[in-house]
C-alpha cells in the first residue's frame, strides 16, 4: 500500500469544531486527478487539498503547487482550502515561507497568504491572503433572483442590486436588508444552478447587515452560502467577491476591514475578516484573513 500523511483544520476560527473543516493531503506528486476526487469524496468535506512539492527555489518563485477539490469538482480556486493549506505549510514547512508569507500556485494563479502573530495567544495561526483583483459582471433584477433564494422581492436591499463578482471563482454577491430575511434563505439549488451558470456565476454569496452603527456603513455582516444540497460554514473565495462589490458601491469605506461572521445557522460559526481599497481603476488589494486551528492528523492507505 501507498501512505499519504494528510491533516485536518478548521479555517476562520480560532475553536476546534468550528468554522471550515479543510482535509490537506501531503506527498501527493504522482497521483492522479481521479485518485483525488476519490479521496476527497473519502473525506467527503466541503474541499480537499492537495500538496504537490517541488524544490524549494521553484516554490519560493513561483509557489507551492496546490490543487483544490470538492466532493464532486476540482476547483480553480478557494478561500478556506488556500488559507488553510497555507497554514499547514507555515506549520511543517518553514522553507516554504518567504519571510512572513506562503504563496500558493493555484490553478487560478498564485496568491500569497500573510501570517501574523495571534492577539490573543491562543494555538490559531493567523493568516491573511490577498486575491486577484475582482471582474464585475452582469447585474440581475431582484425581482428574478428573489424566488430563486426562497425570498420576497422585499427583502432585497434595492440599492445594492445582485451582481457577479469574481477574484478567481465568480459568485452573484446578493444584499439583504437585515438578518431576519438571512435566516429565511433557502436557495432552490435545481432552478439557481441552471439560471447562474448560464450568467456567468457559480452560487450566491448572501449577506446582511448585523451591526450598524447610527451613521455610515454597516462594519459587522452576516453572510451565508448554499450550494450542493447543502450550506458552507465560510466560504473565503466569496467573501473576496462580496468585499469588491460592497466597496465599489460606498457600502463599505475603502481600505476599511470589516467583519463578517457566517455559518451560525449551521453550528459552525465561522469569523472572516475582509478589506479592500477603490482607486480610479476599480477595486484592488483585496484581502480576506482569518485564523486556522489543527484538529487531526493521520495517514491514508492507497492500494
Known amino acids: 500500500m501507498t501512505s499519504l500523511d494528510y491533516f ?43 500538496i504537490e512539492r517541488r524544490p524549494v527555489a521553484a516554490e519560493r518563485t513561483e509557489g507551492v503547487r496546490v490543487r483544490v477539490f470538492t466532493t464532486v469538482e476540482e476547483l480553480p480556486f478557494a478561500g478556506h482550502p488556500t488559507l488553510g493549506t497555507a497554514s499547514i505549510l507555515k506549520m511543517i514547512a518553514p522553507e516554504a515561507l518567504a519571510g512572513d508569507t506562503v504563496t500558493l500556485a493555484l490553478k487560478v494563479g498564485p496568491v500569497p497568504v500573510r501570517f501574523e502573530p ?6 490559531a495561526i ?40 469574481s ?16 435566516a429565511r434563505l433557502k436557495v432552490n439549488q435545481d432552478a439557481a444552478t441552471a439560471w447562474l451558470r448560464e450568467r456567468g456565476a457559480r452560487w450566491f454569496y448572501v449577506l446582511a447587515p448585523e451591526l450598524v452603527q447610527d451613521q455610515g456603513p454597516a462594519r459587522q455582516w452576516r453572510a451565508r452560502m ?37 455559518g451560525v445557522e449551521i453550528g459552525r460559526p465561522s469569523d472572516l475578516y475582509l478589506s479592500a481599497k477603490k482607486v480610479s481603476v476599480g477595486v484592488m488589494d483585496v484581502r480576506v484573513a482569518g485564523s486556522t486551528v489543527l484538529v487531526a492528523k493521520g495517514q491514508l492507505f492507497l492500494p
Open 8 to 50: 485536518v483544520v478548521d479555517v476562520f476560527t480560532e475553536t476546534p469544531q468550528a468554522g471550515n473543516p479543510l482535509a490537506v493531503v501531503l506527498n501527493t506528486c504522482g497521483l492522479a486527478t481521479e485518485q483525488m476526487q476519490a479521496i476527497a469524496r473519502e473525506f467527503n468535506l466541503s474541499e480537499t487539498t492537495f
Open 118 to 123: 495571534s492577539a490573543t495567544g491562543s494555538a
Open 126 to 165: 493567523a493568516g491573511e491572503m490577498t486575491q486577484r483583483e475582482p471582474e464585475f459582471g452582469a447585474e440581475f433584477a431582484p425581482g428574478e433572483v428573489a424566488p430563486l433564494l426562497g425570498l420576497a422581492l422585499d427583502d432585497l436591499e434595492p440599492a445594492l442590486p445582485p451582481q457577479v463578482v
Open 167 to 182: 477574484t478567481g471563482a465568480p459568485f452573484a454577491i446578493v444584499v439583504l436588508r437585515n438578518v431576519e430575511a438571512l
Open 226 to 262: 448554499q450550494f450542493y444540497g447543502g450550506e458552507d460554514p465560510a466560504t473565503g473565495s466569496a467573501a473576496g467577491c462580496a468585499i469588491s462589490y460592497l466597496v465599489a458601491r460606498g457600502a463599505v469605506p475603502s481600505g476599511e476591514r470589516v467583519h463578517v461572521r457566517q
